[in-house]
């Protein structure tokens, strides 16, 4: 007996002690415990046994995929610039400033390097740098552009010229020659964009971009932009802080930037070709609607042959061209119609081999890939079954395999597979979350597992599914945090009252004592095709969960469901939201509270809810969906009316104001006398995706209704709202309000 009370308290105190130390929000917000992993993985165009990585800014070296161990060291920056150990000879005393590489592209021959620096970002995916030209054979380094910044520069097949966008204009290099050759010159800021897409094309259609160049080296081909009649939106600048904007000290600024709001005008689109030869330019002719989409052209292996997919307005009917850029002959070789709306994947994913092309698409009622020849003609479905497959690798045309991601039928899990030749084979048996990198061969790949309990464990595989290496693990991290927080995560499904079947996690005080009445914190995104709720390291507000551990270890229980609309169990699922954005995605919130209202443990009339962009429009209906079922919530940078938001993502869910009135009436705004509980607001006021004009209308309405509620903005931050200690404050306002609003 004395024994057993000695060991009880031996544990005790070791417990008490692991608690101590307990988790900091400082560290959380300042990416203190994120995983390692490594960066800037490329498989080697010419010589598939081998990658590169990018070493802390400083290294490129080569790797064998069949043991993981270095075979060749590129570059390192240690003051000078050394390739391969002995120092590069430098074009000019600017080219040494080279201190720190964000990126690489390597020519097609392997023989040169284009290096990125000095990265400035523009919108999600775009951005501006320096880039600098390493010939391999000769061991020279020189800056491509001395004066200015370069975007999207890519090399020509044949590795003889670099192609990149200045200024909203298209040019090309002759590398031997040096000589810079402008191609386009209609360029101009809030007007014309050449090559590159403008604000909406690339935040919806998720590229930077929109040029390609023929397999030959012969063309270059881009989607023109006329943004002209476009509707402008802008945006107050002051001074503010990490950065400091001097310029604005005494009076603001501003930025004013073209954003077709939903039903407004877009920019029209056309395609041009080059004939770098003759030096002349034509433009392709494809049916396209006055209102059309183009969001992806590309050359494929065929010379001269350009495939320009296009989409209407509604976004449900998609179709492939090819097009012969020397006769100007043009042939539809495929019709994808949907009765909703084509998912993004379909134009992401598409991919053109020598003879044939891979589709992705739902119109079985789940996302599968389907083999075409070049004419337009089914040849095979490769993947079949009531699963999702959610990324595409790639496809073997000699082997005729094809390498891909899927839910095999559980949504929550992810599975590197092959299919060949109808046979599916899945490659990565760990349960839990797999993506692959693969070598240009396909006999390997890089692949990266995690999964609810575990961070990231990154290893090499061969195609048959045989574990060759461990690189990186994160076993250390994992100790780290499991020793300073003891919270309990755990998945569980419930049935709403529509007998509709919802899956979400859980994550428990480490002290749980399943006598208490515990307040709940629910969160959520729940846009289109989302999820959250999934079995990943990656899950959670920040990686680990560690928000949601560290909330926990307050003494709330963390909790996040995944409704009606998103992702990972089919397209009915998924499309269910069709024309009435919100309207089950907030029942599906409000049967999650009511579902954990019953438990034993949680305490009915202390529930919150928040969410950030889509998650804060949702936070905003599910509190004012009438059986108030939160005491409290938080919206971060919402949409309160979709009529504020931008024509491709609201219209493909939506339609347009003017032909679906009643579904955007379903909104916060359309909604805010039926507001219960109190209320926190935050937005960023240089918001570029979801204006601040969402917040400003809607707190108008609660003004003039009477409606109490508190609210935080931030100067000059964007959609993600951070810089210097700004994310910090965000959070530490998040903590305080629901430690207020739901602790005794």
Known sequence: MKKSIVIAGIVATLASSAMAQRLELRDLTSYRYMPKQIH????????????????????????????????????????KVKFCGNLAKADGDKATQLRDIDDYIASPDGKSLLLQTNTKKIYRHSFTADFYLYNRTENTLHKVRKHHLMQEPTFSPDGKMIAYVYKNNLHIIDI???????????????????????????????????????????????????????????????KGFAPSHKENALYPGDYTYKYPKAGEQNATVKVLNYNIEEGKTSEINVPLDADGYIPRIMFTAQPGILAVTTLNRHQSKFCIYLCNVNTGDTKLILEENAKKYIPEETYANLHFYKNCFVLESDRDGYKHLYLYDLNGKQKQLLTKGNCDVTDFYGYDEKSGTAYYQSTEGNPLQRFVVKSEKGKKTVLTPQKGTNKAIFSTDFAYFINTFSNFDTPHITSIFNNKGKSMTVLADNDDLKKKIDEISGAKKEFFTFKTSGNVELNGYMIKPYNFDKSKKYPVIMYQYSGPGSQQVLDSWNTGNMTGCLWERYMADKGFVMVCVDGRGTGGRGADFEKCTYLRLGEKESEDQVEAALYLASLPFVDKDRIGIWGWSFGGFNTLMAMSEGRNAFACGVAVAPPTDWRFYDTIYTERYMQTPQENAEGYNISPIGRAKSLHGNLLICHGLADDNVHFQNTAEYQEVLVQLGTQFESQYYTNRNHSIYGGSTRLHLYTRIENFFVKNLMK
């Not at 290294?59 to 995929?65: D, H, L, P, R, V």
């Open 176 to 238: 031997a020659k040096g000589e810079d050759k402008q191609i386009t010159s209609d360029g101009k800021f809030n007007h014309i964009l050449n090559g590159i897409p403008d604000w909406v094309n690339e935040e919806e259609f998720a590229y930077s971009r929109a040029y390609d160049m023929s397999a030959d080296s012969k063309h270059i081909a881009w989607i023109r932009f006329d943004e002209s009649k476009v509707k402008s939106y802008s945006m107050p600048m002051y």
């Open 40 to 79: 800037g993985i490329t498989p080697s165009p010419v010589n598939p046994k081998t990658y590169t990585i990018i070493k802390a800014e400083k290294e490129i070296s080569a790797f064998s995929f069949a043991d993981g161990k270095e075979v060749e060291p590129f570059l390192k920056l240690d003051g």
